[in-house]
């Protein structure tokens, strides 16, 4: 398996634009996290789904970020507008069930809104 | 205070040292991770841990669920064990140390 696949690896974006970051989990695995880390804040969890249903989104900063699992293969995270604060590495990883196993994490992507 | 305290925050050693790093949380948990990040930015989940202690080659990690506390232990380290080092606490989220970074110098 090629592990977790995130897209893209690097994104410049001015603010006020929209950001689509994009995340392709381990074949199998039924949970999904989103995760951004800054150097103010270290690493946060933003949401995680179980089998493509969000069940924690209390870590997403506002309302201009959304994340959705149309499917077990897929999770997409939006920044709508995007903000120089929003700055940050975004991981995305997946496990075989949330609580209970090791996750595995993708490469990230390093977002740079200016 | 933060729920996740990490020492110590940053930690050099010489090739072949015995490397010990610690975590404290103030929260209730069901697992606890730890995690590596290298110098790229990668990162790898080292152990989950609910209870005792596991080992895998030359790192250990314990955790002491009364105590509220875990350890990660590097053996014989390597200057590849260069990284940041950072403690998860899982319950309904997930809590992140500060992290250690920690140097082995050859």
């Known amino acids: 398996d090629a592990g977790v696949i995130q897209s893209p690896r690097h994104e410049v974006t001015e603010m006020g634009q929209e950001v689509t970051l994009r995340c392709k989990p381990i074949s199998g695995h039924n949970s999904l996290f989103w995760y951004r880390q800054t150097m103010m804040r270290g690493l946060e969890l933003l949401i995680y789904f179980n089998n493509n249903v969000p069940i924690d989104d209390s870590g997403m900063p506002e309302d201009r970020f959304s994340a959705k699992m149309p499917n077990a293969s897929f999770s997409t995270l939006k920044i709508q507008p995007s903000e120089p604060r929003d700055s940050a590495v975004y991981f995305c990883?997946?496990?075989?069930?949330?609580?209970?196993?090791?996750?595995?994490f993708g490469p990230g992507t390093r977002l740079t809104v200016l | 205070k933060n729920e996740v305290e990490q020492s110590p925050q940053n930690l050099t050693a010489q090739e072949g040292e015995f490397i010990t790093i610690n975590c404290s949380y103030s929260?209730?948990?069901?697992?606890l991770h730890w995690l590596q990040q290298h110098p790229g930015g990668g990162i790898v989940s080292l152990f989950m841990?609910?209870?005792g202690k596991k080992k895998h080659g030359r790192l250990i990690a314990t955790i002491n669920i009364q105590e509220k506390h875990s350890s990660l232990h590097i053996t014989a380290s390597h200057p590849r064990d260069s990284a940041v080092y950072i403690c998860a606490v899982r319950n309904n989220d997930m809590r992140f140390g500060a992290g250690t970074r920690l140097t082995v110098k050859p």
């Open positions: 990883a997946s496990s075989l069930r949330a609580g209970t196993n090791e996750q595995f």
């Open positions: 929260v209730g948990i069901s697992a």
């Open positions: 841990l609910s209870s």
